[in-house]
């Protein structure tokens, strides 16, 4: 191939595949040229594959990785050192039809191997997509506005203010280093651990004050039912318990009211009814607590080895 110096152009570049010396073929007029237009002046259409820049960037030609190939330039005259490739709207106002990939009318895939990605946006990053997949570690810094479904598989931290609209999913572990406020509704499929458990409320009485309460703790999964008995020697408990409670494990407080009375369980039906007898013969009067263990879940397990807490169904696993 022999070597040339520099040389001008002053209408329309086209490289073919064809054979030296052959007719171009019809997509050579996509650029203007044929059927009575004139190409466009300027412009090129070249077969491919290209490459641009230096080839060890490609160590087998013979085999094109793509139609364009672009690698860091090794020019002597002129070393390109920043950046490989770049655009500019300098001179004009930005448009988001700047740098086009794909169009509505067909699908295009997009394929990004990095090892590192900067993205930084003057006014507004849009992204728009049915599905998103991340893997990996993501890290936030400001505010981040989601309007639709968000999926994090694996670790996510986010510094600022995150504002999700809609519905969010979370597979996997997550840490809050400081407060959460959850002005709504809130539901657990698990258990809730915590160094403490309480409810916080403006107090109904004082003005500027609150009031506070704490939850009473236990080693085991209990639950409680009380009420008061009058002239009556039958306390009945709620259907529901035959499903929820072990009644082996019912226990009744009895505490009178007007007089002594000396009242004692007289025995527990089938865990559903508690009969109570007055020994020296009056009419009951008397308040009632009933406690018992939840059977619908598993036993607490009140001591177990390690440094951060388990849902009690594993421990051990």
């Known amino acids: 191939m022999p070597e040339v110096g520099s040389f001008c152009i002053g209408g329309q570049l086209q490289v073919t595949a064809n054979i030296p010396g052959g007719k171009p073929g019809p997509p050579a007029t996509v650029l203007g040229g044929g059927a009575g237009t ?3 002046n300027g412009s090129a259409w070249i077969e491919g594959p290209m490459l641009l ?13 793509a139609t364009v190939m ?20 300098f001179s004009f106002s930005p448009t988001p039809l700047d740098v086009v990939i794909g169009e509505t009318k067909g699908p295009v895939g997009l394929k990004s191997v990095l090892s590192i990605g900067d993205i930084l946006c003057l006014s507004k990053l849009t992204y728009k997509s049915p599905k998103t997949n991340a893997i990996g570690k993501l890290n936030w810094k400001g505010k981040v506005n989601v309007n639709g479904k968000t999926s994090f598989n694996g670790k996510s931290t986010t510094t ?23 002005a709504g509704f809130l539901k657990f499929g698990g258990s809730i651990v915590g160094t403490t458990k309480k409810f916080d409320i403006p107090h109904p009485t004082k003005s500027n004050h609150r009031l506070a309460h704490s939850c009473i ?7 409680y039912y009380r009420g008061r008995l009058i002239n009556s020697n039958v ?12 009644s082996e494990t019912i ?46 879940v598993a036993d607490l397990v009140v001591e177990y080895e390690g440094n951060e807490p388990k849902e009690w169904s594993t421990v051990g696993k």
Not at 217 to 223: A, C, H, K, L, Q
């Open 160 to 182: 600022g203010k995150k504002v999700i609209n809609g519905a969010t999913k979370i597979n996997g572990y997550l840490t809050v280093t400081g407060g959460c406020k959850i």
């Open 217 to 223: 703790e236990g080693p085991e999964n209990g639950v």
């Open 38 to 40: 004139s190409p466009i």
């Open 251 to 296: 226990t009744v407080t009895l505490t009178p009211h007007g007089s002594y009375q000396e009242l004692y369980v007289k025995n527990i039906e089938w865990g559903t009814k508690i009969n109570v007898l007055n020994n020296s013969g009056g009419l009951i009067d008397c308040s009632y607590t009933v406690f018992a263990k939840r059977k619908d």
């Open 235 to 246: 306390i009945n408990l709620p259907d529901y318990w035959w499903g929820l409670v072990d």
């Open 53 to 65: 820049g230096s080839p060890l960037s490609y160590p087998t030609p013979r085999k094109p990785d």
């Open 70 to 89: 672009v690698g860091r330039s090794k020019n002597p005259t002129f070393p390109v050192t920043e950046s490989i490739f770049k655009v500019t709207s």
